[in-house]
Each structure stands twice: as structure tokens, then as C-alpha cells.
């Protein structure tokens, strides 16, 4: 807040499960938890790659240029709207 007055923007991506090679990685030294994870996300699936560089793309450029001090949620619904399986 303190230098938006300067023209510069903060503004950060709070990261849900987004499909790397490394996510993938923790869930395979878990069998079964690949199955049992996404039951929770209400989308359902993992984030990809491209979604990330989209919204990071995004805040980057000048379509975003009157959003500061933002935190945009980029995990499927998950901080919102989580859910228990029945």
C-alpha cells in the first residue's frame, strides 16, 4: 500500500496443488493418496502449469494495472469451498 502511490503494485498467488513433476512425485511415495486427494478439491484435479503462468501473466501486465495488494487464489476452490467427502 505504501507504494502504489509510486505506480508499484504487490500482489501475490496463493498456490493450491498445481501438477509438477515434483507434486506428482510426493503423491507417487504415497500409493493411494492420488485417489483420495482431489475427492477434496472441489475442482477436483490439479492446477496445471499454464493456469499459473496465465493468472502470473496477468498480474505481470497492464490489464491488471488497477489491482494491488491482491491475493488471488489459484487452487481450485480449495480456500473457499473445501470440502469432506461423505
Partial sequence: MHLA???VR??????GPIETP????VFERNP???????VNWPMGRFGTLK???GVITFLAGD???FI??????????I????TVPE
Avoid: C, H, I, Y
Avoid at 504487490?10 to 498456490?15: D, I, K
Avoid at 494491488?68 to 476452490?77: E, F, N, Q, R
Avoid at 480456500?79 to 473445501?82: G, K
Fill in 22 to 25: 515434483d507434486q506428482r512425485a
Fill in 5 to 7: 502511490r509510486s505506480g
Fill in 10 to 15: 504487490v500482489n501475490a498467488v496463493l498456490f
Fill in 79 to 82: 480456500t473457499e469451498a473445501f
Fill in 51 to 53: 493456469e499459473a503462468a
Fill in 63 to 65: 490489464d491488471s494495472g
Fill in 68 to 77: 494491488t495488494a491482491a491475493v488471488v487464489p489459484l487452487d481450485g476452490g
Fill in 32 to 38: 493411494g493418496a492420488l485417489e483420495k486427494r482431489p
